[in-house]
DNA sequence: TTGAAAGCGCTAACAT
DNA sequence: ATGTTAGCGCTTTCAA
């Protein structure tokens, strides 16, 4: 069973101070005579304390955790976001609680409560749709927090966008420049706004180049989740449609096209080229290697952070951060 | 800012009745008149009471919180893992800390000792290697800890051992059963000791099928991370080596021997067959999908939940359980 | 430079 | 069935 911890009482007695003492020790919150320190010092090693950060928090209403909640720590992009944060978290002190939604819009609020409870000092939200009531409860309470790929300004002002329109333009534009003259636009969960965003870059970029946006040869699926099967089936239907390029919205569905296309002998990218979205890490070891859209996972997480900590030190209600996506060119196009 | 929290005490007032009392109602810890708990649940709606888990934590010594400290999150094998657990752990009430050393030994330590200063109510310990003073730490303090592949019997007795042994042997019988005389051995981080059992598999299936075992086509590097171009690399100098079949001791490997041989065309599985070992989602992705050993992530995780609360409910030490990889046929054998 | 005392929000033993 | 009291381990006035 749990032993009983030592606490700064016991540092305290064996140092032959005063536990408040001790406590101005630690955190050089008054100035100690150094005999005086170098007694609690040489306790706190002999006994080898460690600070109760419950009591500490709960006496100074910081505890120096992060929440973070995301759709699917599985899903790469998001663990690389994740990897990044908690790196930086540590290093600033924080420990990180995290949590994934497996895109259910109750967890989301119900993730928020639990995390409240637990008194994080500021929570990154990963949210897939735009969830207000988990947002809302956030501001209300005053909670430190930052939204990634969100619009309810009205209620987190501190948010992280990707500029998706930016990136689905880049894609689409780089296709054009390979020489590529009917484009197809293949989205997974269209509904959610940054897919809507990259089929605008999409459109943009056709429109720019004197191209048609054909409807026929835009492909869109509500389907959650199977994101790779999505991608196989556009595949099939694709290849009768004379296309020479398609901007894949998501790596995942790019690389469901790329299976169909390889067992259907297209030969990619000399029949058709290939451009993904997210440079997940299986983009650069799929076969051919995908040339995709990469979403700076550091930029992300880094600027996340900053505007936590500048937050929770109450110097702000932290902005909107737009990181750019870009172009990493590899063997399908 | 954040806004002051509404505590019992708050309710109580609302409610007409001592703080005690809400304490009483809420975790049905005496018996009260329904008129009180009417009041008393009517003020908490009203106010949004939210109980403050580190006064809770502080006072009972129990924080529903697990720590999960793992080699690198965006490995997906750790991924699954991690999602597993946290999904189990929610339903049950916790919350989880994760965090990852990144292969670095010194933040194993610094980790345990953070998690204890947070008074968790256990760990799940995931090391690359066998890393003592944690483990005895975690021991010598009563800390429930489960610990994955490791072997360190003296400090932790509760572990989640995957059996590579069997892996190996499991996934070079495969190759045996298709027909492959001359089969190689492809390792990376070849120090671990997961590795060494794959390899002892390895060998007993082939001097079960009276095959020798050639030091020529077993290739082991020790580089940590660069997975991928490790079996790039050994695809290379495999080829020359007539064989007729691959045990790639990571999923990494064998998708970079793939690469390598897609490279300079040779054919899989007609030339040579290729088992890998991990099934992460890439290995299903593949072109050709990669036949490989699965280490059943929700196994791991439930047997390691399931383990942590049995020492968290003082009901024993924990146990060691043998969670057996399986064979996942795909096309590259 | 140090000590005494109070209190963060909660639970739990005891009294009523 | 409810109230009183104490205390978890810490920080933070205020005194000395």
Redesign the pocket.
């Known amino acids: 069973m749990k032993k ?2 030592v ?3 016991d540092v305290a007695k064996k140092a032959g ?5 001790v ?2 020790v ?2 050089g ?5 150094t ?2 320190k170098e007694r609690v010092f040489a306790a706190i090693k002999e006994l080898n304390y460690r ?2 950060a419950l ?2 928090g ?3 209403n910081s505890t120096k955790t992060i929440g973070l909640i995301m759709p699917d720590i599985t899903n790469s992009y998001y663990a690389c976001i994740a990897k990044e944060m908690e790196q930086l978290l540590i290093e600033k002190g924080y420990m990180t609680f995290f949590s994934s939604t497996n895109y259910s819009r109750d967890s989301e609020m119900r993730l928020v409560d639990k995390m409240m409870r637990y008194n994080v000092d500021g929570i990154f939200v990963m949210f897939e749709f735009l969830n207000e009531e988990p947002l809302k409860t956030l501001q209300q309470y005053g909670i430190p927090a930052v939204v990634l790929d969100d619009d309810a300004e009205q209620f987190i002002k501190s948010k992280i966008n990707m500029d998706n329109e930016l990136g689905g333009y880049l894609a689409t534009k780089h296709l054009i420049e390979r020489g590529r003259k009917r484009i197809a636009f293949a989205a997974e969960k269209a509904g959610i706004l940054a897919m809507k965003d990259r089929f605008e870059g999409y459109k943009r970029a056709l429109k720019e180049a004197g191209l048609p946006v054909d409807d026929a040869i835009v492909l869109r699926d509500e389907t959650l989740q199977y994101r790779f099967d999505a991608g196989h089936d556009y595949g099939k239907q694709l290849v009768a449609k004379k296309i020479d390029g398609i901007f894949a919205s998501t790596d995942m569905v790019a690389l469901g096209v790329l299976r169909s296309f390889a067992d259907q002998g297209i030969k990619v990218p000399d029949d058709i080229a290939v451009v993904g979205y997210d440079d997940i890490p299986l983009a650069e070891l799929a076969t051919p290697a995908l040339t995709t859209m990469s979403q700076p996972a550091e930029k992300v997480a880094k600027a996340a952070m900053e505007q936590l900590l500048v937050q929770i030190a109450g110097e702000g209600e932290g902005e909107k951060v737009v990181v750019n996506p870009q172009l990493v060119v590899r063997e399908t196009t």
């Open positions: 009983q911890a606490t700064m009482k101070v005063t536990q408040p003492t406590s101005h630690i955190n919150t008054a100035s100690i005579s005999a005086v600070p109760n009591a500490k709960l006496k100074t």
